[in-house]
């Protein structure tokens, strides 16, 4: 039997060996084209500064626990955040096509799935450093976490595994499209609505009700929802209908059942290509 095992231990090995060189070589871009990290952090910081004091004001009826619109805010922002900055993964592997390094990279003997997963954890650490800074943007203008730093940091984590499971659906696309400038194009035409017709920015209450059915399962909905079960606390949670369990098992599935789909697809695309 352990002879029999030996041999796919080894390509497990080798395959995580291969995806931590991967991760490197994108880290490693990013410091040497520092514009590609400074331009993902100034489109997040430009949305909290303009939901915060432009529309802010006139956002009223917040839920009971998030009576300061900033504490509603910011864990939508997170969501947002997170999920924006994957679209990077999908862009950066159709510059990779269209400049031919991902041929080079089939040329030599690295497992087929380390180029992506060197990719998407990459662009995971890029999003942790993007959400923790946005984090320092909203307390500078006023937002706190109220339910101490564990809650904190599972907030946060909450976010990076977003943001980790849209990296895979973003490499998809990118992947099955594979010109950069379309690529770009068709990232944001299921993102905006996703992340617009949601809870990430307002209570969906005020929403037409056809669009509240939409809203209310939406999973950046529900994912906004448990970041603030995390930042508020209970009272926010009952204030919503909602129970802390409940919403941490909705968002674990809805991210489980996004690499369960996006993972094998985009790996099988790439193997194709």
Not at 57 to 76: K, S
Not at 112 to 119: N, T
Not at 250 to 267: E, N, Y
Request: net charge positive.
């Amino acid at each position: 039997m352990s002879v029999a095992r030996t041999p796919l231990a080894e390509r497990v090995r080798w395959a995580i060996h291969d995806g931590f060189v991967l991760t490197r070589r994108n880290l490693i871009r990013y410091r040497r084209i520092p514009t590609l990290l400074v331009f993902s952090t100034v489109q997040p910081v430009m949305f909290v500064l303009l939901f915060r004091y432009v529309f802010g004001g006139a956002i009223t009826d917040l839920p009971p626990g998030a009576e300061a619109y900033v504490n509603f805010l910011m864990p939508g922002i997170f969501v947002q955040t997170a999920i924006f900055g994957a679209t990077q993964t999908g862009i950066g592997l159709a510059e990779d096509l269209t400049s031919g390094i991902i041929d080079r990279f089939r040329s030599l003997p690295t497992a087929r799935s380390a180029v992506l997963a060197g990719r998407t954890t990459a662009d995971l650490l890029r999003n942790l450093f993007v959400v923790l800074l946005m984090t320092g943007v909203g307390y500078l203008v006023g937002f706190r976490f109220q339910e101490g730093p564990i809650l904190a940091a599972l907030a946060i984590g909450l976010a990076v595994l977003v943001g980790f499971a849209f990296s895979w659906v973003s490499a998809t696309i990118g992947l099955a499209i594979g010109e950069l400038e379309s690529v770009q194009a068709a990232s944001f035409v299921w993102i905006f609505p996703l992340t617009f017709a949601s809870s990430a920015f307002v209570p969906i209450e005020g929403m037409p009700w056809w669009l509240q059915a939409f809203a209310r399962n939406n999973p950046v909905t529900i994912w906004a929802n448990t970041m603030r079960a995390f930042t508020l606390g209970e009272t926010y949670v009952r204030a919503i209908g909602e129970t802390m369990g409940g919403l941490v098992l909705r968002s674990g599935l809805w991210i489980a059942a996004i690499l369960a789909a996006a993972v094998p697809l985009a790996i099988r695309i790439y193997r194709r290509t």
